[in-house]
């Protein structure tokens, strides 16, 4: 195990701010993980590729650094297979792995930054697919019990870009290996606006989950800004979702507002068309700012703190709520600290 005094982190978050914290810790094992001197969820943060967290602040003690890697072939049977991934594996390399083995499911999420681990936290999804819909269990490190314990999908509880690690118990536990149902046989999803017709330009009338994975990798690298050139977090609010009733009323007062029906029977509104009707699309402050691709996406232009984004991202929400009567949620988690 690596261990680093005063590091900073500005390598280690994708909107590239610079913060520091007391010491670094490079899990690269399960044995590692026992070797730590323990978590304090006040003073501490977990941390995986950075590629959903905003840093308001310096942390005041220890950042672990989750870099357990390994995939492995678990189980097959009945054209049905289960992987497991290390946390440390790279979100897009593993899909792309996965696709080279003839495994199908997800091809969807091709392209979202991060690493394995983070993908249950947040329950990733993307073009009509979420982690859900694969996720068999997770292996983890319980801090209040002091133990492995090994989770099934439901007793993750996983929601829209939501799960019992982000909100009910954020700091219990250290997700070491996730482990995912696959398919040999492929299902296309291509509901999603846009991917049908990025499939038709490429003149594929008979996609393979290559095509599909391959489709997506062109439209988000069009739509949202690379964070090695720009720093991001890609989307920064989640889409509302209201009770029919509710979303109907507002639908009626705000003609041409983009919504869709969940599977659970709510309408979701677009959060990138609010943000760019108030006017922030392409906003700047000093090199804070919203993305000119994306009214979604928070960038760092160059040399912007992780205050001056969340204070971007404060006016965002003031003026949606203001115009629509809708308070936009975030979807990185902002780590901040008592004083």
């Not at 009945?78 to 290390?86: L, P, S």
């Not at 990025?198 to 989950?209: H, M, P, R, V």
């Amino acid at each position: 195990m690596k261990v680093i005094e005063n590091p900073s982190l500005k390598a280690f978050n994708s909107f590239g701010t610079e913060a520091r914290a007391a010491l670094a810790f490079t899990v690269e094992s399960e044995e590692d993980v026992l070797s730590l001197p323990g978590f304090n969820p006040a003073t501490d943060v977990i941390l995986g590729g950075g590629s959903n967290v905003l840093f308001v602040d310096d942390v005041p003690g220890s950042v672990i650094l989750n870099r357990i890697l390994g995939i492995s072939l678990i189980d097959e049977s009945d054209g049905q297979v289960i992987i497991e991934a290390g946390a440390g594996e790279n979100w897009h390399g593993l899909v792309r792995w996965t696709l080279a083995q003839g495994y199908c499911g997800l091809e969807n999420l091709s392209l979202i930054p991060g690493l394995a681990g983070a993908a249950p936290i947040q329950n990733i999804g993307a073009y009509g697919v979420e982690l859900s819909s694969v996720l068999e269990g997770v292996t983890c490190w319980d801090w209040t019990q002091s133990c492995w314990r090994s989770l099934r999908a439901e007793e993750c509880r996983l929601g829209y870009r939501e799960s019992r690690f982000k909100s009910a118990e954020p700091d219990r536990f250290l997700i070491s290996s996730i482990r995912l149902r696959l398919s040999r046989e492929f299902i296309p999803i291509l509901s999603y606006a846009g991917l049908q017709e990025e499939l038709s330009f490429a003149g594929i009338n008979q996609a393979s989950a290559r095509d599909v994975s391959d489709a997506i990798i062109r439209i988000r690298s069009r739509k949202l800004p690379d964070p090695a050139v720009t720093g991001n977090a890609g989307s920064f609010f989640k889409n509302p979702a209201l009770n029919r009733e509710d979303a109907e009323k507002l639908i009626e007062r705000v003609p041409g507002l983009p919504f869709w029906e969940t599977a659970e029977g709510r309408l979701k509104l677009s959060a990138a068309w609010m943000i760019e009707h108030c006017g922030f699309k392409a906003y700047r402050k000093g090199d804070a700012g919203v993305s000119g691709q994306h009214a979604l996406v928070l960038v760092n232009h160059g040399s912007a703190s992780g205050r001056e984004i969340a204070e971007i991202s404060s006016m965002v929400r003031s003026a949606v709520d203001e115009t629509f009567g809708i308070g936009l949620e975030a979807e990185p988690r902002l780590i901040e600290f008592k004083h």
